[in-house]
């Protein structure tokens, strides 16, 4: 899977759970929850699609680093990588 | 025979359009089903029955605004009894005459008259014909006063005049943000008036809980997480139960506890404005049970889809605004509610104990309190019991 393969399938989960998320303005490093208005609630769903989408589940303790979109593509293809090893 | 009428959303409510009938005449319903669904200026609102029965005659076509106490529907009991259901409910919002706990928004409509009941839709007609609400006699338990015992008074009296058709409203397209804001802005502007509120708050050491937390999350599936909300919320209710006197309402020139918790749940929405509907009895819910109750009235505060018990029955305010990194909150209590309590972000700070200093994650937690009802060391205490219950979270 590459970087924009994975950023799309984020986008399409982000946008389910707030659909009025705006991803032109947003920039790859910023903080995701902060730039898109996403509360614990909402980001718990985005928990939740990435382990749907992905197969991925990520630990409380790796919320530190999935903080911005970059962090977050980097952090799947990851753990994408490890799962298909 | 039990009539199903339009219930008083809020204090600020005076009318409703029924959007949408959701059972058919010789439908049988069950106590809780939701069979109709109102506008009002907060949004599309299922109203659900109060006793099983069976659906006689729907009264009110889709599409028509009524004043809030107008019977909608007649519903049959099944049994054949012929009581009111809204004088029978133990849940508010079923009607203008409603005891114990809805019993706020009949009195702070005004529709108190001695010990006389009357709905707030008879009593305005009354006042139209400028009838004596005294002189007539009502036809509901224990004599009280419907819409028709005041036209059939006015048409005695030679009053009556041919009431003019219903007014037509819009088919429902969303929340109208507008008549949500002008609601938000009576209940606040209300309470600042009549209220006179004092602040205290706690920093609370939040480190035994989230640590609890963390390992209770790693059993669950990802679906299953708890938030640390959800930890706060329970023990805010647990703090209620033994600290009851911020638990309820301020009626009648009095502080009137509840034994039920029912914890209005502050959500914002993305849009603006605000929705305070009620997670029941969560004193009696677990975390998990907890989180499906939030994560449901979040979905469907914000697809403009709940029920109206939800929105009246509330016995204690519950605010977090800790996602957009605020330390503290202030609240303005919801009348007729006596307390409001508020977390602000859970963050690292500076701690000292025992005399030594190190950081742990802490959150500001306040409470506004009704200076009527209690006074400050109500409001400590309470505080006090709730910081106790986090430092035990697998109390909770």
Known sequence: MTAQEIKNIIFRIVRQIAPEADFDKLLPEENLREALDIDSFDFLNVIIGISKEFGVEVPESDYSKIVSLADMVNYLSERIGQKIK | MAEFRMPSLGADMEKGALSVWLVEQGDHVKRGQVIAEVETDKGIIGIEVYEDGVVERLIVDPGTEVPVGEVLAMIRSEGGQTKSAATEAPLPAAGPVIEEKAAHEVRQAGLSVGRLKISPAARKKAGEFGIDVGTIKGSGQEGSLSLADVERAAKEQGLAREAPPPEAVKPAAGLDMDAMRRAIAAAMARSNREIPHYYLETEIDMS?????????????????????????????????????????????????????????????????????????????????????????????????????????????????????????????????????????????????????????????????????????????????????????????
């Not at chain 2, 640390?228 to 638990?247: I, M």
Request: aromatic share 6%.
């Open chain 2, 208 to 396: 035994c809980a989230l640590k609890w937390l963390e390992a209770e999350n790693l059993k669950r599936p990802v679906t299953d997480r708890i938030l640390p909300v959800a930890q706060l919320l329970k023990g805010v209710a647990f703090a209620l139960k033994e600290v009851p006197d911020l638990n309820g309402y301020w009626l009648d020139d009095r502080n009137q506890p509840m034994e039920s918790i029912h914890v209005g749940f502050a959500i914002s929405i993305k849009k603006g404005g605000l929705f305070v509907p009620a997670i029941h009895d969560v004193d009696k819910k677990c975390l998990g049970e907890l989180m499906g109750a939030m994560g449901d009235l979040i979905t469907r505060t914000r697809a403009g889809r709940l029920r109206g018990s939800e929105l009246t029955d509330a016995t204690i305010t519950f605010t977090s605004l800790g996602d957009l990194g605020v330390k503290a909150v202030y609240g303005v209590i919801y009348p007729p509610q006596v307390a409001l309590v508020g977390f602000g972000r859970i963050t690292e700070r500076p701690w000292t104990e025992s005399g030594m200093l190190g950081v742990r994650p802490v959150v500001t937690a306040t409470l506004s309190g009704d200076h009527r009802a209690t006074d400050g060391i109500v409001g400590a205490r309470f505080l006090d019991t709730l910081n106790r219950y986090m430092q035990e979270p697998e109390k909770l």
